[in-house]
């Protein structure tokens, strides 16, 4: 597996176009998809086999269940198909864009099966808040003695 890592800074076009970082453009060349970072406020970019894996985790419920439908109405009704133009950039849906305040600049960052986009200032404060709760999060992941 490959896991999407560091940080990058692109301007969004007037179309809401946005350039995939070039050294995971490979990945992306059998579809992508872009969905709501719900409950963070950026929006997630998938390969499609990352989507399919992501899927599966919002599936596990019965769509017969109250609980089944409303994960599955958040992720599935919000999130769209996409492809690379030829010169590397997808276009971000406008209801998205929207979602994560994108205009202008934007940050992309790997998030290991995922890329996030953010807005400059959105990704700074939750930046701010991951290094705030960082050392306590990693000391909760260590196996109990």
Do not use: H
């Not at 990945?27 to 990352?50: H, I, K, N, Y």
């Not at 399919?52 to 198909?81: D, H, L, M």
């Not at 492809?83 to 992309?108: K, M, T, W």
């Not at 790997?110 to 996030?116: H, M």
């Amino acid at each position: 597996m490959t896991y999407l890592l560091g940080t990058y800074e692109y301007a969004l076009d007037a179309r809401g176009r946005v350039p995939v970082p070039p050294r995971y453009r490979d990945l992306f060349t059998r579809g992508a998809v872009v969905s709501q970072g719900s409950p963070d406020l950026c929006l997630r970019l998938f390969t499609a086999e990352g989507f399919e894996q992501q899927a599966a985790q919002y599936t596990t419920q019965p769509g017969t269940r109250k609980a089944g439908r409303i994960v599955r109405q958040g992720f599935f009704a919000r999130s769209y198909p996409l492809d690379l133009d030829s010169q590397g950039r997808i276009l971000i849906p406008g209801p998205l864009r929207e979602y994560a305040r994108l205009e202008g600049n934007v940050v992309i960052v790997g998030a290991g099966e995922w890329l996030e986009i953010w807005s400059p200032e959105r990704f700074q404060a939750q930046m701010s808040v991951v290094d705030e709760l960082l050392e306590d999060t990693l000391e909760s992941l260590e196996p109990e003695a």
